[in-house]
């Protein structure tokens, strides 16, 4: 998706409406910045080196002509164009590299910019454990910091089970039925009692972790999206 639209806008860059300047082509770097923005992250290099193409005169007087700014604009999108290039080997090596890449767009959007550096570094055995950290962390947030019995924080299986209790008097709840209230139960307890404490407490050494990772983020983000699906507008973001 990311390497098609990239090549769109490099043919784009030698349309008339482009190459003279105003609002086609005022959109038309608003959308490459966007585009590898968005396929990599604002401070990745190539993003910075485009931040710093330059499209107009450095120096000028009253008779500057205007050859001289329309020269000056080609080049910075000639400049322009070889960063969208170098962009599109850069994605194509990652697709050939990774037969299943991680699509950003598929996991909650604070959880993956939460974990997306870990990702790119193929740092897998980090992630499960920050993964439960900030689910739980959101979800205590969100309840707004529920206290146990001694007053402290509620932590881990105490915690889900009590925000996402089946309860009738449960406005946080998830489902339409008792049979899905408890079952979004019982997956918020298994995600504190099955992943929370392992992933925290211990690193775990396996040949699967890649898949194990990701299967983690796939749950945690699965509760994330529910509760803001279901109650958006009620979560207390601290």
Same mark, same amino acid.
């Given at each position: ?5 990239l ?15 105003? *609002? ?20 990745? &290099?190539?993003? *910075? ?72 570094? *193929? ?12 689910? *739980?962390? &959101? ?14 924080n ?27 209230w ?57």
């Open positions: 998706m990311a390497i098609t639209e090549e769109k806008l490099k043919l784009e860059a030698g349309e008339p409406s482009v190459i003279d300047g105003g *609002e086609a082509f005022t959109a038309w770097k608003a959308r490459c910045k966007g585009l590898l923005t968005m396929a990599f992250s604002p401070t990745h &290099h190539l993003v *910075e080196a485009l931040d710093k193409v330059r499209y107009g005169v450095m120096i000028m007087t009253e008779n500057t002509p205007r050859s001289t700014f329309d020269n000056a604009r080609r080049g910075g999108i000639r400049k322009a164009c070889g960063l969208l290039e170098a962009a599109i080997y850069e994605l194509s090596l990652q697709v050939v590299g990774d037969a299943d890449p991680v699509d950003p767009g598929a996991y909650d959007r604070e959880l993956w910019e939460h974990v997306k550096g870990l990702v790119a570094e *193929e740092d897998w055995v980090k992630i499960p454990g920050i993964v439960a950290t900030f689910v *739980e962390n &959101h979800i205590r947030t969100w309840a707004g910091t529920p206290k146990n019995k001694d007053g402290g509620l932590v881990g299986q105490g915690l889900f089970a009590q925000v996402l209790s089946p309860a009738d008097d449960n406005s946080l709840r998830l489902g339409q039925q008792r049979s899905e408890e079952g979004w139960h019982k997956l918020g307890m298994g995600f504190a009692q099955a992943l929370s404490n392992v992933d925290r407490h211990r690193i775990q050494k396996r040949d699967d972790a890649k898949q194990y990772a990701i299967g983690v983020l796939g749950l945690g983000s699965l509760l994330l999206t529910q509760l803001r699906y279901e109650h958006g507008d009620m979560l207390d973001e601290g």
